[in-house]
């Protein structure tokens, strides 16, 4: 027996142009609540800007996109309150440098949410456990390493309580070492039931974590289906030749 | 006796000084306030590249750079300005012209923030003015600060146009000693010095405050 699939998230023919240069050429994904999509390509194929187009820190050029079966795209939508589903994990981290590591992650409960400090504080202390970063909650970001700043970020992430977090490259600018730390982390989020749209390089992530795994090139989806058989038996051409470089 | 220059008319002349440095520094107080406000202002709001806001902001910081700061303060004293008392004239006319280069500061300080702190701002569901409040402005200020600092001194260098006016600040002050002392060059020598106090003892308690700044890194 199948589980009901309960969508969140409708992509339909998606498209996005930076001026001349059309990006994203027709995009049609789907994605269930708890599923772990894994987005690969070559540089340049257009994941970011797909994951982007997601939460809207880019429009769409054509297409729609529908959020719980409502266009996120029409008129009237609180893109903020939109927003707020959706968390960002990014390669670079992007941690509030003004903000202590505690601040980091009360700040969006507190001045979105409107929750109170001692409660968001308890909350964020919880979290911060959680990514085994709270003896670090007085630290700012410039004194923490790569791993320890992709944690705070995920834990800045998880306070807004998210539906859906979406990792561009979480793990691509961090040195070797310290790649294991935060892919543990996404793993237990995947445990736990976390939607999630990831564009990584990790080839064991996506064979063991992922749920579905989509390539992207030239801005189109070339191929998706189960991680395993994809990267196991891929069936164009273009896979075959990406997947031969990452392995 | 320095280089056979006359120094004693300082016994009869230096309440002269004393006043006409106060009215420098009440000029440069006030104006400093305002163009800061102003110039603040108009830069963040240039900041965001609203298409036809920035236009216009643009427009206006290159016409006032344009200009030279003399003919902005006749043209505001006589003309726009002139149902204002002659002080708060020279401190609009000073305050304007400022006013366009701490904008660019601000504007500069506030871009030169990474761009993934707004967006990691926006994807925690913050407002655009949430945003700027929290997040990109509290670390613009730090690269705003000594610029901000270096205007200062300029406009107390600048407050000494406003003599032109009449106004009887520090400029305007040496030249009457002069005038009433027939000595051609000590009185200008006396200003010159003070001015030099002052804008130096500024350059040094900013450098004393960028590296405190700095120290926090
Ligand atoms: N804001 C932008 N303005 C103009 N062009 C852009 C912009 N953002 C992305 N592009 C272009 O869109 C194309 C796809 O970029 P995108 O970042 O989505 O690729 P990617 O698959 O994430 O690549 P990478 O693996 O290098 O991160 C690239 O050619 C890029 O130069
Ligand atoms: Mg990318």
Known sequence: MTKEKDVIIQVKGLKKSFGSLEVLKGLDVEIDRGEVVVVIGPSGSGKSTFLRCLNLLESPTAGDILFHGKSILGKGLNLDEYREKFGMVFQLFNLFENLSVLDNVTIGPRKVKKIPKEEAEKQAMGLLKRVGLDNKADAYPSQLSGGQKQRVAIARTLAMEPEVILFDEATSALDPEMVGEVLQIMRQLAEDGMTMVVVTHEMGFAREVGDRLIFMDGGYIVEEGDPKNVIANPQHQRTKNFLSKML | ?217
């Open chain 2, 1 to 217: 006796m320095i280089l056979g220059m006359d120094f004693t008319f300082l016994n009869k002349y230096w309440f002269y000084y004393a006043n006409g440095l106060k009215l420098t520094l009440q000029l440069a107080f006030w104006t400093l306030i305002l163009a800061s406000i102003i110039g603040i202002a108009m830069g963040m709001v240039r900041a965001q590249n609203y298409k036809f806001i920035s236009l216009i902001i643009d427009g206006f910081i290159n016409f006032i750079r344009g200009i030279p700061i003399m003919v902005q303060v006749f043209i505001v004293y006589y003309g726009i300005a002139s149902q204002l008392p002659q002080f708060w004239a020279a401190v609009a006319s000073l305050s304007v012209n400022s006013s366009v280069y701490i904008a660019e500061h601000t504007r500069a300080g506030m871009q030169a923030v990474n761009k993934g702190q707004m967006e990691a701002a926006r994807c925690i569901g913050m407002s655009k003015l949430e945003a700027n409040w929290y997040i990109i402005i509290p670390q613009a200020i730090k690269n705003i600060l000594p610029s901000l600092c270096n205007e200062f001194i300029l406009l107390i260098k600048n407050t000494s146009i406003v003599s032109v006016i009449a106004l009887h600040e520090l400029t305007y002050t040496s030249n009457s000693v002069r005038a009433n002392t027939f000595l051609a060059y000590e009185p200008l020598i006396v200003t010159a010095v003070i001015y030099f106090v002052i804008t130096y003892t500024i350059k040094k308690l900013v450098g004393i405050l960028e590296r405190r700044l700095h120290a926090h890194d």
